[in-house]
C-alpha cells in the first residue's frame, strides 16, 4: 500500500476510558432516529466484506457466525458487507440479485437481532460494479485480446503485414516504444487488467446504466425489506459504478454526467425508485466520498453540495468516506486484478500508523463536518455518520459533542475487538484490546482471502504455538463474556 513521504509512525492511543456513570451522560450511548429506525446509541460497524460467502453469493454460517460476533458488542448499528444488486458471478461476495437469495439473509437478519438482544439495528450495504478483468501476461494480451487496428499498424509502418506477424512484433517491443504505439485504454489492459468505465459510451450495457440500475437497486431493497433488515446503504463510495456517476470525472454527455448536478442525477434517481418500491416508510441511507483524493476527482466542495442534496431528496442518513479509487491504484501482479486501495486515495479511505504529520486518526472529521454544517444551514437534520481511524471514546465523543458527526463508527477497531462498544458501555474501556492501523485485514481482503485480524491469529499463536502458521488463523475474535475476569488489558 501506499504510504506519506513523512513515515511519522503514530501511537495508537484510545485515551482515558470512561465510567459507566460517564457513559450515561454521553452522546456515543445515546438514542438517534435514522428514519424510521431507532439506534440505541451512536455507535456503528461500517461495511467490510469478508470473503465468507458461498461462491453463489450466498449466507452460509460463516457469514452468520462473522456478523453474530459483531452484534454481541451491541453496537446502535451494523452494515454487512457491500452486496451485489446483480445476480452475477462474482466470488464468495454476497447478492441480493434474485428472490432466492431472501431465505438466507432472512437467517442473517434473525441471528444478528437475536444475539444483540434486539439493540441492534441491521442495515446492509447495496453495491453495483462494473466489470474488471486481471492483468494478463503480455503474450497473452498480444497474443489473444488486442484487436489489431488500423492505427497500430500504420504507427508500426507494417501496412500489409498479417495480423500474425504485427502481434508478434508488439510482443518484442519494449515499453518505451509500446507507449509511442497503444492508445491509453490498451496500454491500461495490459498493464493494469482491463476495466469498464460509467464513460466507455460505446458500449450498450454502460451507456444504459441510467435506465438498468434505478430498477436494481429497488429490487433488491425490497428483498432487504423482505429479508427482516431494518434499512438499506446504497454505495455511492469508493471505486464502484454509483461513485463513478458521481465523480468529476464522469464525462458522459447523455445528461448524467458533465455538471455536479447531471452527475447527481441517477443516484437521486436510484433513490426515489429504491423509496417506490421499498416503501417511504423504509430506512434508506448512503455511502459517499468527502473526497475522491485523486487528480481532477471530486473534492469536499462536491460532497457538500452532495450531502445538502442527497438531504434535500431524503436520505434518512449520510455516511462518509474518503478515497478509495482505481485511478490511482498500484500495477497488479499478472494474473491479479487492480485493487483500489494501493494508491494514494486508499491510504486515505484506510489509513495505517505511518502517516504525515495529520495521522491517520480523524483524516475524515474536517470534510464530515463540513458536510454536516452545511446541511444543517440548509434546515436538515439529515443525521451523519463519521468513520475513519476511530479507536477510542474520548476521540468519539469530542466528535459528537462538538457537532462534526451524529453518529462515530469504526471498521478496524470493531473487527480488532467487537466486543469494545460494550466494554466501553459497561465501564470497562481497559479491556479493549485495541487495533494496531497495520492493515493485516485490508491484505487479506486485497488477496481475496477470509478476512481475520492479526491480534486474534497472534493470541490464537500464543495459545497454541505447535501448529503451522495457516492453522492458526482464527476465523472469528476471542470471546469475551461480559461477567469474566479482565481476560485482555491493554496495559
Ligand atoms: C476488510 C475490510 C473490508 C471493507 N469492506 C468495505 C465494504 O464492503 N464497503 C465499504 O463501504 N467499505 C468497506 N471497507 C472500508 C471500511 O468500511 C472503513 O471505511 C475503513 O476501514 C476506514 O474506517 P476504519 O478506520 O474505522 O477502519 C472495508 C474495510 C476493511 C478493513
Ligand atoms: S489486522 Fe486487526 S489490528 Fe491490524 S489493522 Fe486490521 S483490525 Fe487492526
Given at each position: 500500500?501506499?504510504?506519506p513521504?513523512?513515515r511519522?509512525k503514530?501511537k495508537v ?8 456513570a460517564?457513559?450515561r451522560?454521553?452522546l456515543?450511548f ?12 451512536r455507535?456503528w ?5 469478508p470473503?465468507?460467502a458461498?461462491d453463489e ?5 460463516d457469514?452468520?457466525d462473522?456478523?453474530?460476533?459483531f ?9 454487512v458487507e457491500?452486496?451485489a444488486?446483480r445476480d452475477l458471478?462474482?466470488g464468495?461476495?454476497?447478492?441480493i ?8 439473509l432472512?437467517e ?10 434486539g ?5 446492509i450495504q447495496?453495491?453495483?460494479f462494473?466489470s474488471?478483468?486481471?492483468r494478463?501476461?503480455?503474450?497473452k494480451?498480444?497474443r ?16 500489409d ?7 508478434e ?5 519494449p515499453?518505451?516504444k509500446?507507449?509511442e504505439?497503444?492508445?491509453e485504454s490498451?496500454l ?8 469498464e468505465?460509467v464513460?466507455d ?5 454502460i ?6 440500475l434505478?430498477g ?8 432487504a425489506?423482505?429479508?427482516g433488515?431494518?434499512g438499506?446503504e ?5 471505486a464502484?459504478?454509483m461513485?463513478?456517476?458521481l465523480?468529476a470525472?464522469?464525462h ?5 454526467g458533465?455538471?455536479r ?5 441517477l ?6 425508485k429504491v423509496?417506490?418500491?421499498?416503501g ?8 459517499f ?7 481532477a476527482?471530486s473534492?469536499?466542495?462536491d460532497?457538500v453540495y ?5 438531504a ?7 455516511s462518509?468516506s474518503r478515497g478509495?479509487?482505481f485511478?490511482d ?5 499478472v494474473?491479479?486484478?487492480?485493487y483500489?486501495?494501493?494508491g494514494?486515495?486508499?491510504y486515505?479511505?484506510?489509513p ?12 475524515n ?6 458536510i454536516?454544517?452545511a446541511i444543517?444551514e ?6 451523519v ?6 479507536h477510542g471514546y474520548?476521540?468519539?465523543e469530542?466528535?459528537l ?7 462515530v463508527?469504526s471498521?478496524?477497531?470493531?473487527l480488532?475487538?467487537?466486543?469494545w462498544?460494550?466494554?466501553?458501555k459497561?465501564?470497562?474501556?481497559g479491556?479493549?484490546?485495541?487495533c ?6 485490508e ?9 481475520t ?10 495459545e497454541?504455538p505447535?501448529r503451522?502458521?495457516?492453522g492458526k488463523r ?6 469475551w463474556?461480559?461477567n469474566s475476569?479482565?481476560v485482555?488489558?491493554?496495559?
Amino acid at each position: 500500500m501506499w504510504k506519506p513521504a513523512q513515515r511519522i509512525k503514530h501511537k495508537v492511543s484510545p485515551g482515558r476510558w470512561p465510567t459507566a456513570a460517564e457513559i450515561r451522560s454521553s452522546l456515543w450511548f445515546s438514542p438517534i432516529q435514522l428514519g424510521q429506525s431507532r439506534l440505541e446509541q451512536r455507535t456503528w460497524v461500517p461495511a467490510m466484506v469478508p470473503w465468507r460467502a458461498t461462491d453463489e453469493g450466498k449466507v452460509n454460517q460463516d457469514v452468520i457466525d462473522w456478523y453474530v460476533r459483531f452484534a454481541e458488542g451491541r453496537p446502535g448499528a451494523i452494515v454487512v458487507e457491500a452486496t451485489a444488486v446483480r445476480d452475477l458471478p462474482s466470488g464468495p461476495l454476497l447478492r441480493i440479485g434474485d428472490d432466492r437469495f431472501i431465505p438466507g439473509l432472512q437467517e442473517l437478519t434473525r441471528a444478528v437481532h437475536h444475539a444483540s438482544q434486539g439493540e441492534t439495528r441491521l442495515f446492509i450495504q447495496l453495491i453495483d460494479f462494473l466489470s474488471i478483468r486481471r492483468r494478463p501476461p503480455a503474450e497473452k494480451y498480444f497474443r489473444q485480446f488486442l484487436k489489431i487496428t488500423d492505427t497500430h499498424r500504420q504507427k508500426l509502418n507494417m501496412p500489409d503485414a498479417k495480423e500474425e506477424k504485427i502481434r508478434e512484433h508488439l510482443l518484442s517491443l519494449p515499453d518505451e516504444k509500446l507507449d509511442e504505439i497503444l492508445n491509453e485504454s490498451e496500454l491500461e489492459s495490459l498493464r493494469m487488467g482491463y476495466r469498464e468505465r460509467v464513460t466507455d459510451m460505446a458500449l450498450e450495457h454502460i451507456r444504459s446504466l441510467p435506465q438498468i440500475l434505478p430498477g436494481l437497486f429497488a429490487e433488491a431493497a425490497r428483498r432487504a425489506r423482505d429479508a427482516g433488515f431494518d434499512g438499506v446503504e446504497l454505495h455511492y463510495a469508493h471505486a464502484y459504478t454509483m461513485a463513478s456517476f458521481l465523480s468529476a470525472l464522469n464525462h458522459r454527455d447523455d445528461g448524467y454526467g458533465g455538471s455536479r448536478a447531471q452527475r447527481l442525477r441517477l443516484p437521486l434517481e436510484v433513490l426515489q425508485k429504491v423509496r417506490e418500491k421499498a416503501g417511504v416508510d423504509y430506512t434508506v441511507g448512503c455511502r459517499f466520498l468527502s473526497d475522491e483524493c485523486i487528480d481532477a476527482g471530486s473534492d469536499p466542495d462536491d460532497a457538500v453540495y452532495y450531502g445538502v442534496e442527497f438531504a434535500r431528496a431524503g436520505m434518512d442518513f449520510l455516511s462518509l468516506s474518503r478515497g478509495g479509487k482505481f485511478e490511482d491504484a498500484k500495477q497488479p501482479q499478472v494474473g491479479w486484478s487492480a485493487y483500489p486501495y494501493t494508491g494514494r486515495s486508499g491510504y486515505e479511505c484506510m489509513p495505517t500508523c505511518i502517516s504525515d504529520e495529520f495521522g491517520p486518526f480523524g483524516r475524515n472529521i474536517e470534510p464530515t463536518s463540513g458536510i454536516r454544517h452545511a446541511i444543517r444551514e440548509a434546515g436538515y437534520e439529515t443525521p451523519v455518520v463519521l468513520i475513519g481511524g476511530i479507536h477510542g471514546y474520548e476521540q468519539a465523543e469530542a466528535i459528537l459533542q462538538s457537532g462534526d458527526a451524529d453518529i462515530v463508527g469504526s471498521a478496524r477497531q470493531s473487527l480488532a475487538d467487537p466486543d469494545w462498544f460494550r466494554k466501553v458501555k459497561l465501564g470497562r474501556g481497559g479491556e479493549v484490546r485495541s487495533c494496531q492501523f497495520t492493515n493485516y485485514c485490508e491484505g487479506l481482503d486485497q488477496k481475496h482471502k477470509q478476512v481475520t485480524c492479526q491480534l486474534w491469529d497472534r493470541q490464537a499463536l500464543e495459545e497454541n504455538p505447535d501448529r503451522t502458521r495457516d492453522g492458526k488463523r482464527r476465523m472469528l475474535a476471542p470471546r469475551w463474556h461480559a461477567n469474566s475476569e479482565t481476560v485482555f488489558s491493554n496495559k
